[in-house]
């Protein structure tokens, strides 16, 4: 089994900074995919960005120039930098990755980390 394991989250003012951080662990083969999403109050849940193991990533368009998505492979680790916060950035950030074990491949999912951006 894969565990994700998060931290990172807060309080913090616009126009602040944040930094996330998840680190996979259990019996892992290696993690193709590993990003982050988020949740707001009533809304969906939507990708806000990932990484590939080779380092090609992908953003939503509202935190594009703002946020920063990084791994460190051989710790299963991803991080999220978050710059210039704004309050609509306030949600519940959940870690993902898709992980090969001595089973097929899946995605598992991190317990959520609040994040809060007053204005």
């Known amino acids: 089994q894969v565990q994700l394991v998060e931290s990172g989250g807060g309080l913090v003012q616009a126009g602040g900074s944040l930094r996330l951080s998840c680190a996979a662990s259990?019996?892992?083969?290696?993690?193709?995919?590993m990003g982050w999403y988020r949740q707001a109050p009533g809304k969906q849940r939507e990708l806000v960005a990932d990484?590939?193991?080779?380092?090609?990533?992908n953003y939503a368009d509202s935190v594009k120039g703002r946020f920063t998505v990084s791994r460190d492979n051989a710790k299963n680790t991803v991080y999220l930098q978050m710059n210039s916060l704004k309050p609509e950035d306030t949600a519940v950030y959940y870690c993902?990755?898709?992980?090969?074990?001595?089973?097929?491949?899946?995605?598992?999912w991190g317990q959520g980390t609040q994040v809060t951006v007053s204005s």
């Open positions: 993902n990755a898709n992980c090969r074990t001595i089973w097929a491949p899946r995605d598992y």
């Open positions: 259990g019996r892992i083969f290696n993690c193709n995919h």
């Open positions: 990484i590939t193991s080779g380092g090609s990533t």
